[in-house]
Structures are given as structure tokens and as C-alpha cells.
């Protein structure tokens, strides 16, 4: 079994800054692409940052040159530095990644619980 913790979220102001951390463990042989996704209020879980193993990295359009993730491969831990915060991306952060627990096995995608992020004055 594998587990994701996040943790990094909380309340900051707009134009403040925060950064989210998420640390797999468990059985894990290789991890493939890990992410983060967000969900507010009403809405679906969209995507907001992917990165692969080999460090390529995807974001969605609305936090393009604000927000960056990044990974330690050692640690199985990624991380998004997010900048210029608005109040729009108050919502519930999800750190998600596709995990093969041995050599051959398939991956399967794991999720995390959950952090708050709420961006208001």
C-alpha cells in the first residue's frame, strides 16, 4: 500500500505566497508522474501541475509563471511553490501520483487527503 501526506496549506493573502509539500511511502519500487490538483466549492478536480520522472513538467493555464512544481526523487516527494496567490485559487490541493509497488507490477494512481488553501484578505 502507498500513502501521500501533504501538508503546506493554510490561510495567506493575496499576492502571498505558500508552498505545499507531499511525501509518498509505503511500498513503492518506481514512481512515474506525480501532480496536484485542486478542488473548490461546487467545482471539479482539475489539474493544476504534473511532473514526470525525468523532471517535465505541465501546468494548467491559470497558474502558468506563478505557481511551480517540483520533485525529489530520493525522498518521493514533490512540492508546489505557489506565488501571487488570488483569492481564485482558494480550494482543496490534492497531491496525486502513479506508483508501481515492484518490478513488473502496474501502476495505479494514489491520492493524498487533502490541505486547504484559502487565499483571502
Known amino acids: 500500500q502507498v500513502q501521500l501526506v501533504e501538508s503546506g496549506g493554510g490561510l495567506v493573502q493575496p499576492g502571498g505566497s505558500l508552498r505545499l509539500s507531499c511525501a509518498a511511502s509505503?511500498?513503492?519500487?518506481?514512481?512515474?508522474?506525480m501532480g496536484w490538483y485542486r478542488q473548490a466549492p461546487g467545482k471539479q478536480r482539475d489539474l493544476v501541475a504534473a511532473i514526470s520522472s525525468a523532471g517535465s513538467t505541465n501546468y494548467a493555464d491559470s497558474v502558468k509563471g506563478r505557481f511551480t512544481i517540483s520533485r525529489d526523487n530520493p525522498k518521493n516527494t514533490v512540492y508546489l511553490q505557489m506565488n501571487s496567490l488570488k483569492p481564485e485559487d482558494t480550494a482543496v490541493y490534492y497531491c496525486?501520483?502513479?506508483?508501481?509497488?515492484?518490478?513488473?507490477?502496474?501502476?495505479?494512481?494514489?491520492w493524498g487527503q487533502g490541505t486547504q488553501v484559502t487565499v483571502s484578505s
Open positions: 509505503g511500498t513503492i519500487f518506481s514512481i512515474n508522474a
Open positions: 496525486s501520483a502513479r506508483v508501481a509497488a515492484c518490478r513488473g507490477c502496474l501502476y495505479r494512481d494514489y
